[in-house]
C-alpha cells in the first residue's frame, strides 16, 4: 500500500530537548516537503526537498532542520524546540516538483512545554 | 506572491443540503488548482484538481470549475452526507514548471453536516 508514515503520531516534551519526527514514503517519490497546520493559518511549508541531498527552506524554516540522505526517509529535527513550535506537523510527498498532488502522512501533534 | 483566500467557516449543514464553499486565488503564471479534504485524525487527501482554465475537477459528488476570469475554484456539492464532515483546503500549485515549492493553501473551512 502507499503509504507516508510518519512517527511519533503525538509528543509531548520540554522546552530545549531535541527531538527528531520521521518521515518514509514507499513510493519512489522524489520530493518531500514538511507542513505545519495552526488554525485560521491553514498549511505553512517548512523544508522541502528536490531529491537525495537536495533540500531547501520553505516559509517557515526558523528552528527547524532537515536532512535527505535517502530517497525515502525525510526527517524533521528540532534542535531546541519552543512553545511557539506546538503544532500539527504533515509530511508530504510527490512523484516530482511541479503541479503533482501530493500525499500526505496522518501528522504528529507536537506539544513543547 | 501566490495565496489563496478560502470562506471562514465552520460551515454546519443539515444532510442532502447544498454545499459550497469559496475559494479565490492569487497567483503568477498558470497555476493548477487542487482541493483536499481532511477527515479528523487523519492527513489531506486529494479531493480533486484542475490544471488549466475551465476545466472542471469532480470527484465523489463534488465539483469545483477552474474560473480564470474571477480567478476562483468554489467547490460545490448538491447533497451533502453526515460522512462529508470535515476540513476542506483549497490549494495552488505554481505553474512554472518544475516549481519547487508546490502548494499554497487555504486556511481550511470545517464542514458539519447534521443527521
Known amino acids: 500500500e502507499a503509504q507516508v508514515t510518519q512517527n511519533p503520531r503525538y509528543l509531548i516534551t520540554v522546552t530545549g530537548k531535541k527531538l527528531t519526527v520521521t518521515c518514509s514514503q514507499n513510493m519512489n517519490h522524489e520530493y518531500m516537503s514538511w507542513y505545519r497546520q495552526d488554525p485560521g493559518l491553514g498549511l505553512r511549508q517548512i523544508y522541502y526537498s528536490m531529491n537525495v541531498e537536495v533540500t531547501d527552506k520553505g516559509d517557515v524554516p526558523e528552528g527547524y532542520k532537515v536532512s535527505r540522505k535517502e530517497k525515502r526517509n525525510f526527517p524533521l529535527i528540532l534542535e531546541s524546540p519552543s512553545p511557539n513550535q506546538t503544532s500539527l506537523y504533515f509530511c508530504a510527498s510527490s512523484f516530482r516538483a511541479g503541479n503533482q498532488p501530493q500525499h500526505f502522512g496522518d501528522g504528529t501533534r507536537l506539544s513543547i512545554l | 506572491g501566490n495565496s489563496v483566500t478560502q470562506m471562514e467557516g465552520p460551515v454546519t449543514l443539515s444532510e442532502e443540503a447544498f454545499l459550497t464553499i469559496n475559494c479565490t486565488y492569487t497567483?503568477?503564471?498558470?497555476?493548477?488548482l487542487f482541493w483536499y479534504v481532511q477527515y479528523p485524525g487523519e492527513g489531506l487527501q486529494l479531493l480533486l484538481k484542475a490544471t488549466k482554465a475551465d476545466d472542471k475537477g469532480s470527484n465523489k459528488g463534488f465539483e469545483a470549475t477552474y474560473r480564470k476570469e474571477t480567478t476562483s475554484f468554489h467547490l460545490e456539492k448538491g447533497s451533502v452526507q453526515v460522512s462529508d464532515s470535515a476540513v476542506y483546503f483549497c490549494a495552488l500549485s505554481d505553474g512554472t514548471s518544475g516549481s519547487a515549492r508546490q502548494l499554497t493553501f487555504g486556511s481550511g473551512t470545517q464542514l458539519t453536516v447534521l443527521p
Open positions: 497567483a503568477t503564471g498558470y497555476p493548477s
